[in-house]
Antibody
Framework: EVQLVESGGGLVQPGGSLRLSCAASGFTFSNYWMSWVRQTPGKGLEWVASINQDGSEQNYVDSVKGRFTISRDNAERSVYLQMNSLRVEDTAIYYC????????WGQGTRLTVSS | QSALTQPASVSGSPGQSITISCTGTSSDIGGYNYVCWYQQPPGKAPKLMIYDVNNRPSGVSNRFSGSKSGNTASLAISGLQAEDEGDYYCSSFRSYGSSNTWVFGGGTRLTVL
């Protein structure tokens, strides 16, 4: 069974940093693109970033470019999202997703950016 | 403003059929057959209902079907059931400069009357 378990969310002040992690199991992790998607409170979904199978290609939504970095460790079967210079508008539930063409989602981890 | 446009709400009675539209551009829906539909129950993660425009994952009822015409994708649900209530989102691959990106619709609240 495919499982994605996110962790690392919490309360951070504006301008702060945080790293989210996603542990994968139940599939050959190194064969898939991995992504982060977020959902702001009461609002819709927004794709944040994706990384290819060997980590050599990353793509980001414009609003996080230069602030967020997606990475992966295939040996650890994990994908990460390093978030710097956090803003109030980054407050959201962050989901890890396998392969955006036919994604399997984790249950999400909540990030709150507030002073 | 979301990248893809969905109606805010749709409704139908049990047993009826409804359709939810998702309108984009030639850079996303119109240019690629990478459209997904998700159902999101309150407080839970989205569940994939349709991928690659019209394919159902294993376990999804054949009452759900997807299609695309030009820059607009559609999700049809036949034989509405109370359990179908919830929020529905579409997504599409979008080619943006030299980047591969993904965009979502703003979501549609389905109410079963």
């Amino acid at each position: 069974e495919v499982q994605l378990v996110e962790s690392g969310g919490g309360l951070v002040q504006p301008g702060g940093s945080l790293r989210l992690s996603c542990a994968a199991s139940g599939f050959t992790f190194s064969n898939y693109w991995m992504s982060w998607v977020r959902q702001t409170p009461g609002k819709g979904l927004e794709w944040v970033a994706s990384i290819n199978q060997d980590g050599s290609e990353q793509n980001y939504v414009d609003s996080v470019k230069g602030r967020f970095t997606i990475s992966r460790d295939n040996a650890e079967r994990s994908v990460y999202l390093q978030m710097n210079s956090l803003r109030v508008e980054d407050t959201a539930i962050y989901y890890c997703a396998r392969d955006m063409r036919s994604p399997h989602w984790g249950q999400g981890t909540r990030l709150t950016v507030s002073s | 403003q979301s990248a893809l446009t969905q109606p805010a709400s749709v409704s139908g009675s049990p047993g009826q059929s409804i359709t939810i539209s998702c309108t984009g551009t030639s850079s996303d829906i119109g240019g690629y057959n990478y459209v997904c539909w998700y159902q999101q129950p309150p407080g839970k993660a989205p569940k994939l209902m349709i991928y690659d425009v019209n394919n159902r994952p294993s376990g999804v009822s054949n009452r759900f079907s997807g299609s695309k015409s030009g820059n607009t994708a559609s999700l049809a649900i036949s034989g509405l059931q109370a359990e179908d209530e919830g929020d529905y989102y579409c997504s599409s691959f979008r080619s943006y400069g030299s980047s591969n990106t993904w965009v979502f619709g703003g979501g549609t609240r389905l109410t079963v009357l």
